[in-house]
């Protein structure tokens, strides 16, 4: 009679634990979808945004490569991560345009500073593209780096302003 009893109690207790597993697992499915990245999301990353000033952009006007850049920054604004899409087309358009950023920055702002401020954006948008493109990335990381790469090309803007503004001082000398 005991023996009954215990395994009639160990069956009930099998098949109630057995139904949290599978409930659990489809909790964590859900979430696992939820990974969408939204306007509404990346609205709500708190950075501080820098523009260029109107000196600069009279500078950069010519700099096609910077606005297919702020382009694609500003999709990515609206929550559409298209641009990092795994294919080789985009592959290539990537590698091209981060290649053509750094040859074809204008003279008058060509100093070490701004190269070093587009080698960092470049490493920002590397990892960008690399989480958007791998299924494991949860939302939390994937805007914790779009935020990293919205701030490098904020920084990017910073130098370039600072640079113009630094090379537009007259400071005479005393004699």
Do not use: H
Not at 53 to 67: A, F, G, P, S
Not at 113 to 128: F, Q
Request: hydrophobic residues 35%.
């Amino acid at each position: 009679m005991r023996i009954k009893t215990l395994s009639i109690l160990s069956l009930l207790i099998m098949f109630f634990s057995c139904k949290k597993d599978q409930e659990n697992s489809t909790n964590n499915t859900e979430s696992n979808d939820s990974k969408e990245i939204t306007e509404k999301d990346i609205s709500k990353i708190n950075y501080i945004d820098f523009a260029l000033d109107l000196k600069t952009e009279d500078v950069v006007k010519d700099w096609q490569e910077y606005y297919q850049l702020q382009d694609a920054i500003t999709n990515i604004k609206k929550g559409d991560l298209s641009f990092f899409n795994d294919n080789e087309e985009n592959k290539a358009t990537i590698n091209t345009l981060l290649k053509e950023l750094k040859v074809k920055i204008p003279k008058e702002i060509n100093s070490p500073s701004i190269v070093a401020r587009i080698t960092a954006l470049e490493t920002k948008l590397y990892k960008l593209e690399g989480l958007s493109n791998l299924p494991t990335t949860s939302k939390k990381e994937l805007t914790a780096t779009i935020k990293d790469f919205l701030v490098a090309f904020s920084n990017l803007n910073l130098q370039i302003n600072k640079k113009i503004e630094f090379d537009s001082r007259k400071i005479e000398k005393p004699e």
